[in-house]
């Protein structure tokens, strides 16, 4: 590692150790607990003789597949007291949410509860402002931001978004709304008329928030990486002790690895079903679904397409789930028997899943 970058890494340990998160420097990354790594690059941005901007980008890997990226600007009359302004911003609004709702720690972050897409969730966000002249109850923008998140179709799971609005002479220079390291269209049209600060001179207002709640499926697709080949039987407890249910675990193992064998037979000719049929392990009559309707399904589709399109898994890791898919195993094997691709109609899966007042233990 370059000398710089190792002084940043060793700035970013000391910060992870002032929000008492534990980290050892390991090559070009921090590992944390729960087997979680963390980096950061500075990049110079443009500046003038007086004043020296830039650019502290955070990365941190919760588990595979899933990294949580957000960027601070400092600036300075030098660059070192530029790159602490960008330390000090990232501690400010970054750090205390990933501290509270990644490691459970006492910070100081606002948490509450809102319902989101008919789904309870846990949102931890922490602001940080420019002037130092608001409190969090005063800044009546932080209303809209609320009733943003409580209108949306945020996916159950682990989510982060960021919010950054500065203005210059009561004209906004940056206006950004993020959702998962994406600009999110939604977010930008609903925030576009929240009552901003509108003041001369400088001003800006930074929102990281984390959401939680509901059944994650990014953390189910890393525990079946993780047991890559184990039976079902194994990784089911391991889901509910995530917080699954009995019949949310067996949907995960269901509907995770149909999404991603299907996106490894993408480039075959072979018809898939739009259809499943879902029964309880009763042994009663079974209910056909369509599985776009099927949140896991729909969830898992989108995290296979990111993962296969940002190659943010490796070729294993995507095979590990993708291999416990039972189409992918009947595709492999009609072919090896001298079928064409093109003439394959797979029928629609059918998936046993325990009744739904089965409680998580």
């Not at 009609?334 to 079928?339: F, L, M, P, W």
Request: aromatic fraction near 6%; charged fraction near 20%.
């Amino acid at each position: 590692m370059h000398h710089t970058a190792h002084s940043h890494h060793a700035m970013l340990q000391g910060l992870l150790r002032e929000h008492g998160i534990p980290s050892q420097i390991q090559g070009d990354w921090l590992k944390l607990p729960q087997g979680m790594t963390c980096r950061v690059s500075v990049s110079n941005l443009e500046s003038t003789p007086s004043v020296t901007a830039v650019q502290l980008d955070f990365q941190l890997e919760l588990w595979a597949g899933q990294i949580i990226v957000d960027s601070c600007h400092g600036v300075g009359s030098t660059r070192d007291e530029a790159v602490r302004s960008a330390f000090n911003l990232l501690s400010q609004s970054t750090l205390p949410p990933l501290s509270v709702s990644l490691f459970g720690l006492h910070r100081p972050a606002i948490r509450k509860t809102i319902e989101v897409d008919g789904v309870e969730r846990t949102v931890t966000w922490s602001i940080s402002s420019v002037p130092l002249s608001q409190t969090e109850t005063s800044r009546p923008w932080l209303q809209a931001f609320e009733a943003t998140l409580s209108r949306s179709t945020i996916p159950t799971g682990l989510h982060w978004v960021r919010v950054t609005h500065i203005q210059l002479d009561r004209n906004p220079i940056v206006w950004e709304v993020l959702l998962d390291n994406k600009p999110w269209e939604f977010g930008q049209e609903s925030l576009h008329d929240a009552p901003w600060p509108s003041r001369d001179g400088y001003a800006s207002e930074r929102l990281f928030a984390m959401l939680q709640g509901g059944v994650d499926v990014s953390r189910a697709v890393a525990r079946m990486i993780e047991a890559a080949g184990a039976p079902d039987k194994d990784i089911q407890p391991v889901l509910m002790a995530d917080g699954a249910t009995a019949r949310e675990a067996q949907a995960l193992l269901a509907f995770v690895p149909l999404a991603f064998g299907r996106m490894v037979l993408q480039s075959l000719p072979v018809h898939f079903s739009e259809t499943a049929l879902v029964r309880n392990d009763r042994g009663q009559q079974g209910t056909e679904i369509l599985l776009s309707d099927d949140p896991i399904f729909a969830r898992a589709q989108d995290l296979a397409a990111d993962a296969w399109q940002a190659t943010t898994f490796t070729q294993d890791e995507f095979l590990a789930v993708a291999m416990r898919s039972a189409e992918v195993h009947a595709v492999n094997q009609a072919i090896e028997q001298g079928a064409q691709a093109c003439d394959l109609i797979v029928s629609p899966p059918t998936i046993t899943l325990s009744p739904d007042d089965t409680a998580s233990p």
